[in-house]
């Protein structure tokens, strides 16, 4: 499977993002997908993780109320809607694919996008 995230971009504090992530494969359906983020100097992190159908999702704490994880099977593409947005959200976000269920830590995702920047001003 491969991923191609996009959206990323330069916003001031309290903006609004939204990042896609489109997947080349007609079995869309059967993966778990999520994002992550890492920032300078950190390790990859989770933020957020959506089941196949979409109608479980999970998320950081950090983002709780504020991002918003959505899928499309149908044109097999995950979404990150980033509101209310802060300095600290600043960091490379990946997409994520497995044929398991939710898991938080990286390791255990086999597929990876290339990652998008965001960058947030204060």
């Known amino acids: 499977v491969q991923l191609q995230a996009s959206g990323g971009g330069l916003v001031q504090a309290g903006g609004s993002l939204r990042l896609s992530c489109a997947a080349s494969?007609?079995?869309?359906?059967?993966?778990?997908m999520g994002w992550f983020h890492q920032a300078p100097g950190k390790e990859r992190e989770f933020v957020a993780t959506i089941s196949w159908s979409g109608s479980r999702t999970s998320y950081a704490d950090s983002v709780k109320g504020r991002f918003t994880i959505s899928r499309d099977n149908d044109k097999s593409t995950v979404y990150l809607q980033m509101n209310s947005l802060k300095p600290v959200d600043t960091a490379v976000y990946y997409c994520?694919?497995?044929?398991?269920?939710?898991?938080?830590?990286?390791?255990?995702?086999?597929?990876w996008g290339q990652g998008t920047q965001v960058t947030v001003s204060s």
């Open positions: 994520a694919a497995r044929s398991g269920g939710h898991a938080s830590s990286p390791d255990e995702w086999r597929f």
């Open positions: 494969t007609r079995a869309f359906s059967s993966y778990y």
